[in-house]
């Protein structure tokens, strides 16, 4: 019996983390993987309707030209900041962001991939955009070579409680190593993720999927003044999102 | 008893050193608490030489076939775009159908390269003292696009830079090598990501750069620069439509406004032929057709150059050159996975705090009634009912 209570200490002292809890559960989805995979596989799993055309808006730091593409060079639509388009959730869509006046000469193709989609109010769904935030950083951050991602998500009503609205700006990551999109499901529920270089679409980009993988694109009126949106200063933080009245 | 603490130590000895020495020699140890996801290539595909969703997906949901097909037509049709930086004034040219295309792109300007390919650049007009009259006609390795560097190429341009050191190697009669590579998460500086460089000249004497940087992340461009003297402006004998031949010139000039793009000198062994494809697995989805070796567009099994189970190609027969003598060879996986035994009965606890609390159900209910009995002439009704 003594021998047995020795061994048990000695178990313990070589696995002392076997008494620790529980570490995070597997995540298979990442922002850092190819673009569109996230959300091929979440709209696969979530069946949702698939001619629900979710509307996003586009904000960015003062004035600026935005155009959509969903697969092809030919934009799909076109207007100026902030401006407003509808998409299929699970695809990912090319925007091309020009005319801004700190970038006169630049001109830069973020992508969008759509995660989710929001369930308004019927009727009402035009009001409800999720908000697509672009800061100076950002397109700096981008003209530098730098990749920028952001993860855009619905936050959780119960955290939402919580939170004092006038400080969103919350620094929710911080290290290289984090997976951008399994925090941002911790804190709600991602709708989108945004990612922002310096690359133009060259030749061939029609072939190779540069302008997005399909999807449909559809007109949005622009939304109320009662949309939230939250300023983030820093890239590749996640940016909260809160589209209620 | 003293045999059996004896027999207690040596268990200790066993236990604490078999984890010094897994640490010793390179494999990191882990706390039970602690788990590792496999990378983003091996989410993308559950093995080597196998197509389809990764793990965490169920393949009746996932359509592998039609995914894996758009995923190799993306990456089949992906440019890496890169700006040439450093040289102000530079000319950029290239190898294009044979034809030296001179002047195409001036520094800073940027190209498009289709990846998993070499190319064949010269470099004309470099300012500074000595290279008056002088090109340089290095090589450009363009990697195939990784699932670890997808978002990044789809979405920023790659620099390339030609440093004053550079140069000054290059007239020393050494040779640059240049890498371009996408740290891994943990060897980035900063959460967003950049690019490094890792140039020949600045290592240590022996250490291969391009080694260096698969260590450190997903390479993206290899330069290889030198002072060799390439004769691509002599004349080529071609034959004319009338049987003779004659010398023609093979130069195009961006200056006459001959732009053309630059084509392939050679393929990468991973783009090459030879080795099979991946294969999809599973059953795909509902309605869609199975994947049959050799049906279609699926490859057929049996490549003698797969010879091993882990995707590489078989070894060679040595010596090389003469009859085939191999009879076996074997390879061993000595990853120290842990892999989990499937669950077999699943126990779930749910409780709520506070429960419910309801009174105690109604068990026994006693009815009575009593009928009062009267006379005749006791009761008075009202006339009229």
């Known amino acids: ?245 | 008893m003293r045999y059996c603490f004896l027999a207690l130590g040596a268990l200790a000895v066993v236990c604490t050193g078999c984890a010094g020495v897994s640490g010793t020699s390179g494999t990191t140890a882990l706390k039970s608490t602690q788990h590792v996801a496999p990378p983003a290539a091996m989410l993308q595909h559950p093995g080597p030489m196998v197509d389809g969703p990764g793990p965490g997906v169920l393949g009746i949901l996932a359509q592998p076939a039609a995914h894996s097909a758009a995923a190799a037509h993306a990456v089949a049709g992906m440019a890496t775009q890169v700006t040439f930086l450093g040289q102000d004034g530079m000319s950029v040219g290239w190898l294009s159908d044979g034809m030296l295309a001179r002047n195409q792109k001036f520094v800073p300007g940027r190209a498009d390269f289709g990846q998993g390919a070499v190319y064949q650049l010269v470099f004309s007009d470099i300012p500074g003292e000595g290279w008056e009259g002088v090109s340089l006609y290095p090589t450009l390795e363009v990697r195939g696009a990784d699932p670890n560097t997808m978002s990044y190429l789809q979405h920023n341009v790659v620099p390339l830079e030609l440093t004053e050191d550079d140069l000054l190697h290059v007239s020393s009669n050494n040779m640059v090598t240049k890498v371009i590579y996408l740290p891994d998460p943990e060897h980035q500086a900063r959460a967003i990501a950049g690019v490094e460089t890792l140039v020949s000249t600045t290592l240590d004497p022996g250490v291969d750069p391009i080694q260096q940087a698969e260590r450190l992340g997903t390479i993206m461009l290899v330069l290889r620069l030198g002072n060799k003297e390439m004769h691509f402006e002599d004349a080529q004998m071609v034959p004319q439509p009338d049987g003779s031949v004659q010398p023609v010139s093979m130069i195009l000039d961006g200056f006459n406004g001959e732009h053309v793009p630059p084509t392939p000198v050679g393929l990468l062994p991973a783009f090459m032929g030879g080795v099979p494809g991946a294969m999809v697995a599973g059953m795909g989805a509902p309605g869609a057709p199975l994947p049959i070796s050799g049906v279609g567009p699926t490859p057929v099994w049996g490549s003698p150059t797969s010879g091993t189970p882990i995707g590489l190609p078989g070894p060679p027969h040595l010596p090389l050159g003469g009859p085939a003598g191999l009879k076996s060879h074997t390879v061993r996986n000595l990853t120290q996975n842990k892999m989990p035994e499937p669950v077999d009965h699943l126990l779930i606890d749910v409780q709520h705090d506070p429960g419910y609390s309801m009174p105690e159900p109604v068990r026994h209910i006693q009815y009575s009634e009593k009928h009062p009995v009267y006379a005749p002439g006791e009761v008075s009704v009202p006339s009229g009912r």
């Open chain 1, 1 to 245: 019996m003594k021998q047995l209570m020795i061994l048990s200490l000695l178990m313990l002292a070589v696995n002392p983390a076997a008494a620790q809890g529980t570490g995070d559960g597997f995540q298979p989805l990442n922002d850092r993987l190819p673009p569109g995979y996230n959300a091929d596989v979440l709209r696969r799993i979530a069946a949702s309707d698939s001619n629900w055309l979710q509307p996003v808006s586009v904000h960015l730091p003062s004035a600026g030209r935005v155009s959509v593409h969903a697969g092809a060079s030919e934009a799909a639509a076109t207007g100026m900041a902030p401006a407003q388009f509808a998409a299929t959730p699970g695809f990912v869509y090319r925007l091309q962001v020009s005319e801004m006046p700190e970038f006169p000469e630049q001109t830069f193709y973020p992508s969008v991939e759509l995660l989710d989609r929001l369930h308004p109010p019927a009727g009402l769904e035009h009001r409800f955009p999720v908000p697509i935030v672009f800061t100076m950083a950002d397109f700096k951050a981008a003209s530098e070579g730098l990749l920028v991602t952001r993860v855009v998500y619905l936050e959780n009503p119960r955290v939402a409680a919580s939170n004092d609205p006038l400080l969103r700006d919350r620094a929710l990551s911080g290290d290289a190593q984090m997976n951008a999109l399994a925090a941002a499901g911790r804190q709600g529920r991602p709708m989108l993720i945004i990612r922002l270089g310096g690359r133009t679409p060259g030749s061939g980009a029609a072939v190779s999927g540069f302008f997005g993988n399909g999807g449909q694109i559809g007109p949005s009126s622009a939304a109320g003044p009662d949309t939230g949106v939250a300023r983030m200063g820093f890239p590749r933080r996640i940016q909260q999102v809160s589209a209620r009245r």
